[in-house]
Structure formats: structure tokens, C-alpha cells
Nanobody
Framework: QVRLIESGGRLVQAGDSLRLSCLAS????????MGWFRQAPGKAREFVAA????????YYADSVKGRFTIFRDSAKNTVILQMKSLNPEDTAVYFC????????????????WGQGTQVTVSS
């Protein structure tokens, strides 16, 4: 019912900023909590950030708090992850995801996933 397409990942230098976008299909965008996860080579997929269905609440992993911002452009059915002060530890495939639940932070709570977009941060 929901198709998610990420874009924006690329190679950047440490300290740079980067914006990732996730386009959601259909008119069900507001019915889901939208989140971002990432998976580095050899590591498990981890929660990064999420935004409530209404857009009124956001929450972040401690590792990105203060550097990353998640927000919606509801008119375009798009969720954005704005990343600043990037460091090599942020290198990962970043996934957009949608959840039926109100405060999902685990993988199993998300119903739909995008294909992922690669972010590489060079020191």
C-alpha cells in the first residue's frame, strides 16, 4: 500500500551536510509514522530518527541527536532527513520506513521500507 523511494545519498567529506529525501506513494502518508534507519557494513540496522503521524513529534537516536533533523513536506508526500556535521561513523545505507505504530524505534515495528541510499563520509 505504501511505496517508499529514497534519494540523496552520496560521498561527502567529514563535517559536511547532506539531505536525504523519501518519497511516499499514495495518499496514506499521514497515516504512518515515518522513520529513518541506517545499516553500516557488518553491523545491524539501527534506528536513526522518526516523526509522528501528525508531524508534531520527533525522536532521534542518541548518536545523531543535535546533528540530524527529520521533517515532512506533506504536500509532496516526502519525508526529509537533514544531516549536518557528518563523520565517518555516519557512513551507511540509509533506509526510509513507514510504521502503523505511534512510537516505533525497532525494525519489526515498521511495515514498509525503501530500497536504501548510500551515504559515505570520508575523513
Amino acid at each position: 500500500q505504501v511505496r517508499l523511494i529514497e534519494s540523496g545519498g552520496r560521498l561527502v567529506q567529514a563535517g559536511d551536510s547532506l539531505r536525504l529525501s523519501c518519497l511516499a506513494s499514495g495518499r496514506t502518508f499521514s497515516d504512518y509514522t515515518m522513520g529513518w534507519f541506517r545499516q553500516a557494513p557488518g553491523k545491524a540496522r539501527e534506528f536513526v530518527a522518526a516523526m509522528s503521524r501528525s508531524g508534531g513529534s520527533t525522536y532521534y537516536a542518541d548518536s545523531v541527536k543535535g546533528r540530524f533533523t527529520i521533517f515532512r513536506d506533506s504536500a509532496k508526500n516526502t519525508v526529509i532527513l537533514q544531516m549536518k556535521s557528518l563523520n565517518p561513523e555516519d557512513t551507511a545505507v540509509y533506509f526510509c520506513a513507514a510504521s502503523r505504530f505511534s512510537q516505533p524505534t525497532t525494525i519489526i515495528e515498521y511495515d514498509y521500507w525503501g530500497q536504501g541510499t548510500q551515504v559515505t563520509v570520508s575523513s
